[in-house]
């Protein structure tokens, strides 16, 4: 199923592929986002017409080189991320690609950052996959920080099945299975979660 559904979607460049490949070879490869949906996310990008982004969690780059790609001209997505190492890997992807001026990086926790940044609508699209614990405080967090019909994509909201229940489950598990209830009956979103990878959970804002 998964080469059928690459097959036909928006194949990677060679940059993106090349990323992909390095990536590929180091033992938190699970960690990075699958193709079709960095295509995917790159439509939503361009189909809501976002000029302002932000990123949780960037690991080696290919979310953000995807997102990055799909702003126009004068659009601008910040990143957080605490490790300097991966991250510095994304940084010379997007150098090739020709983005690196529309991204900025800023190595710290998520949270404080967040709390630094002006508490007024400023972003378009948020993608958020960094400790699945501090979900619900990003989305709460971003909130304020998002355009009316802004979107937040929340990334791994399926946990391998295991918020279905019946297995044993981790504090990330329990977190996921908590914020899924929470979000449904969250007045301030519309919610659908999409069956994309391990689970993509799109927020809209009311």
Same mark, same amino acid.
């Given at each position: 199923?998964?080469?059928? !559904?690459?097959?036909?979607?928006?194949?990677?460049?060679? !940059?993106?592929?090349?990323l992909i490949a390095e990536t590929a070879g180091m033992p938190e490869v699970s960690m990075q986002i699958a193709p079709d949906q960095a295509a995917f996310m790159a439509l939503l990008v361009r189909s809501l017409n976002a000029?302002?982004?932000?990123?949780i969690g960037t690991f080696t780059g290919l979310s953000a080189l995807a997102v990055a790609r799909a702003l126009p001209e004068g659009g601008s997505l910040l990143c957080c991320d605490l490790n300097a190492e991966w991250t510095a890997i994304g940084r010379g992807y997007w150098e090739q690609a020709g983005v690196s001026d529309r991204i900025e990086l800023r190595i710290g926790p998520a949270a404080q950052t967040l709390e630094a940044l002006p508490a007024e609508p400023t972003y378009d699209f948020a993608f958020v996959d960094a400790d699945k614990t501090g979900y619900a405080g990003y989305v709460d967090a971003l909130y304020p920080?998002?355009?009316?019909?802004?979107?937040?994509?929340?990334?791994?909201?399926? /946990?391998? @099945? /295991? !918020?279905? @229940?019946?297995?044993?489950?981790?504090? &990330?598990?329990d977190a996921m299975i908590a914020l899924n209830?929470?979000?449904?009956? &969250? @007045?301030?979103?519309?919610? !659908?979660?999409?069956?994309?990878?391990d689970g993509l959970t799109l927020l809209r804002k009311r």
């Open positions: 199923m998964s080469d059928y !559904v690459l097959a036909h979607t928006e194949p990677p460049d060679e !940059v993106m592929a090349a000029r302002r982004a932000i990123e920080r998002m355009q009316t019909n802004a979107l937040i994509l929340l990334d791994n909201t399926l /946990r391998s @099945g /295991r !918020v279905l @229940g019946g297995s044993e489950t981790s504090a &990330d598990d209830d929470q979000l449904i009956s &969250d @007045g301030r979103w519309e919610t !659908v979660l999409l069956p994309i990878a």
